[in-house]
């Protein structure tokens, strides 16, 4: 079954403690992305990736890491978790291809940092 | 990317279409307009996307303006399941995938 799988879907942790969220896709695509969700400000990008070595920042990156070393994962890094970084966060995967651009999203992390 | 204009929420009644408006007046030659909803707080889901030409699948129709200004996507007959926010976004295919979503529309089908 295709899909975009994230882990873990629900984290509480504490202010400064590093963590890492797992994104893995089993479709062969080329460009991932991260978004973070948060009440009345929709879906906003924080870093995307158009192939493995290759990433860059979307609207939100401040205070996140990301790394492409496979196809198939693209992990977000928090290196030093603030309260401000409590979120829904969703990784996303898509084709690269004139007229595709399909992307599949993961279900979601729920990420509490206090 | 060109960003997009939505009504922040509209309502439907079960078995209607719901017609859900979008306005992307700065879009690019190059640039395509997709539709995302998300359903609760799940991922979003992919709906359709189209260039300029009007498209059709098994969840929904678009329909594009001939100035390719704005865009309507069109739920043939709603159902109580379809209750979701709407995504309408604007961005190239190829060459980046650097995505502005919009606040998206509401859409409430009620019975």
């Known amino acids: 079954e295709a899909q975009v799988t994230q882990n873990p879907r629900y984290l509480i942790t504490v202010t400064g403690k590093k963590l890492t969220v797992t994104c893995s896709q089993n479709m062969n695509h080329e460009y991932m992305s991260w978004y973070r969700q948060d009440p009345g400000l929709g879906l906003r990008q924080i870093y995307y990736?158009?192939?493995?070595?290759?990433?860059d920042k979307g609207d939100v990156p401040e205070g996140y890491k990301v790394s492409r070393k496979e196809k198939r994962n693209f992990p977000l890094i928090l290196e030093s978790p603030s309260p401000n970084q409590t979120s829904l966060y969703f990784c996303a995967s898509t084709p690269k291809g004139s007229g595709k651009g399909e992307a599949f999203f993961g279900q979601g992390t729920r990420l509490t940092v206090v | 990317d060109a960003k997009t204009t939505q009504p922040p929420s509209m309502d439907c009644a079960e078995g209607r279409a719901a017609n859900l408006p979008c306005n992307h007046s700065t879009i690019s030659g190059n640039e395509y307009v997709y539709w995302y909803r998300q359903i609760h707080s799940q991922g979003p889901q992919y709906i359709i996307h189209g260039l300029k030409n009007n498209e059709t699948n098994e969840m929904a129709s678009l329909i594009i303006t001939e100035d390719r200004k704005s865009s309507t996507l069109i739920l043939p007959h709603a159902t109580l399941r379809d209750t979701a926010v709407y995504y309408c976004i604007v961005r190239v295919a190829t060459g980046g995938f650097k995505t502005i979503f919009g606040a998206g529309t509401r859409l409430f089908v009620k019975a």
């Open positions: 990736s158009m192939n493995v070595e290759v990433t």
